[in-house]
């Protein structure tokens, strides 16, 4: 039995922060039905054809789900998908601001029909306030988010390579619907909250805000560097390759000078002698390591660091990522289905010996609509009376 077996999800969501929220509740076990536009669907199908015909993003975020039709301005339609949350635990919903409730679908509406009922709405900016309706994309709230002030080089600010506003947003709806889940158990009780991207990377941006508490300087743009820590980031080896390592404390940085760099004196350096120190001289410091790394190949700075204990990594290509040895030494791969064939889907994180996750076909677009009406109670010749007014 998995934690979330019996649980229904309904869920009218499009691009990334809803999808990666409810797909998470279907590794658990919910049962999710994503509501989607007849004949064109979630818009993220359309992003990109790189996984065999399919969507980068959809096929990231929508494993595990049931795929209705619905063309919720026609009247018929929206008595479908009633009827549906009428039996539904969970609602979840990304539409642009205002959509859910002109449907009918605001968390007040839908408690007088189902009590029980927990109602999610993710948005850019929340419910409220001046910018509630301001189009909120990934890209835009991670710059009002301040995310882009600390993110990218001393000459240029540059994003996250993938959509993190989206997935702050997503995991904290994941994270209180199942806090709702165990709320209304004691309860019997259902709830209704909101939850912005805004809000959810701004609180992942805390340690930056806080170090720029009451107008101090804000953490430097350092590239792939750590902005407060040194050494700490990429450094690159003879051979042309880079190795990424990081130091948190003296003794490491003993065991740095003595072992890697093989010149003890530098732990005592009174330019290097604590943290906040090597940070000032940062240039002076970043030059004698390179002058050491350089004359080794990237395998053998490894060799030094790992004999020093010191934090290391390689520099990943995606690549080297689908064949990372970790990954499959773990057995985190497995096959999941979809229309064009089986592709591979990296396990949820975390291992459990209580419950295996639910790893289920990608959904083609409809490919559940008549499955669903039938379960609704809709006969063959409504179903076809249905289509042929284009509301499915």
């Known amino acids: ?131 509630r309706d301001k189009k909120a994309y990934d890209l835009l709230i991670q710059s009002e988010a301040g995310f882009l002030s600390v993110t990218g080089s001393d000459t240029e600010p540059a994003k996250a390579g993938c959509s993190i506003a989206d997935i702050a947003a997503g995991m904290y709806a994941y994270t209180s619907i199942l806090a709702a889940l165990l709320q209304r158990e004691k309860t019997g009780r259902g709830a209704h909250f909101d939850v912005s991207m805004l809000e959810a990377l701004t609180e992942w941006m805390s340690y930056p805000l806080y170090y720029a508490f009451e107008g101090a300087s804000p953490p430097a743009r350092s590239g792939a560097a750590h902005a407060t820590i040194y050494p700490y980031g990429p450094f690159r080896a003879g051979d042309g390759k880079t190795v990424m390592l990081g130091l948190q404390n003296e003794r490491e940085w003993a065991a740095f000078c003595a072992e890697v760099l093989q010149q003890p004196a530098l732990a005592t350096d009174p330019r290097f002698s604590a943290n906040a120190r090597r940070h000032e001289n940062r240039a002076a410091l970043r030059s004698l390591i390179l002058d050491v790394f350089g004359k080794l190949s990237a395998a053998q700075v490894v060799e030094r660091l790992d004999k020093a204990q010191i934090a290391n990594a390689r520099v990943n290509t995606m690549e080297e990522v689908w064949a990372h040895p ?64 284009d509301a499915l």
């Open 326 to 389: 970790q990954l499959a030494a773990r057995k985190r791969w497995v096959q999941v289905d979809s229309p064009v064939g089986a592709i591979p889907a990296l396990m949820p994180p975390g291992q459990t010996d209580a419950f295996d996750y639910r790893i289920e076909a990608i959904p083609a677009l409809g490919a559940h609509t008549d499955a669903i009406l039938r379960e609704l109670g809709y006969r063959e010749e409504q179903i076809a009376t249905l289509r042929s007014k």
């Open 1 to 131: 039995m998995r934690p979330l077996d019996g649980v229904l999800v309904v869920s009218l969501e499009h691009a990334i922060a809803a999808p990666f929220c409810t797909r998470q509740l279907a590794d658990l076990g919910a049962r999710v039905v994503k509501v989607e536009r007849p004949g064109v669907g979630d818009f993220a199908r359309g992003y990109d054809e790189r996984v065999r015909g399919l969507s980068s993003h959809f096929v990231w975020v929508n494993r595990s789900k049931e795929s209705l039709t619905l063309d919720l301005k026609q009247h018929a339609a929206q008595e479908i998908l009633l009827k549906l949350i009428d039996r539904a635990d969970v609602l979840v919903q990304n539409l642009a601001p205002g959509a859910a409730a002109r449907l009918g679908l605001s968390g007040s509406a839908l408690e007088k029909r189902n009590a029980r009922i927990i109602v999610c709405n993710i948005s850019g900016y929340g419910a409220d306030g001046p910018y």
